[in-house]
C-alpha cells in the first residue's frame, strides 16, 4: 500500500510539469511541420522530417551545439516515426514501405 500512495505521490507532483513540458514539445513539433511544408509547398515525408529536427535542435539548444545537433538528429528520427506510425493508422499496413520506397526513388532520380 505504501508503495501505491508514494506512486501517486510522484505522479502528483511531476505529472503537470511532464505534461505541460510535452505539451510544448507537441506545439514546437505541429508548428515547425507546418510552417516547412507551406514554406516547400509539399505535403510529403520530410515536412515531418524536418518539423522533428528543429524541435530537437529547440529542445536542447541552451547546452551547446554539439548537444542540439544530437537532439536535432533524434527529432528528425523521431518526426520519421510519427510520420510513419500516423500513416499507417490512417492508410493502413503498406504506408509505411511504400512512403519509404517512394521517398527513395525520389532521391535517386535527382
Do not use: C, H, P
Amino acid at each position: 500500500k505504501q508503495w501505491y500512495q508514494r506512486r501517486v505521490r510522484a505522479i502528483t507532483k511531476r505529472g503537470t510539469f511532464v505534461g505541460n513540458s510535452l505539451a510544448v514539445l507537441v506545439l514546437i513539433y505541429t508548428g515547425s511541420s507546418s510552417m516547412v511544408g507551406m514554406w516547400r509547398e509539399k505535403e510529403d515525408l520530410w515536412n515531418d522530417v524536418m518539423g522533428g529536427g528543429i524541435t530537437g535542435g529547440f529542445y536542447k539548444s541552451t547546452r551547446g551545439v554539439r548537444t542540439a545537433a544530437t537532439f536535432t538528429g533524434l527529432g528528425m528520427i523521431a518526426g520519421l516515426a510519427v510520420n510513419l506510425v500516423n500513416g499507417t493508422i490512417e492508410q493502413g499496413s503498406s504506408y509505411a514501405s511504400d512512403t519509404l520506397s517512394d521517398t527513395a526513388r525520389e532521391l535517386w532520380e535527382r
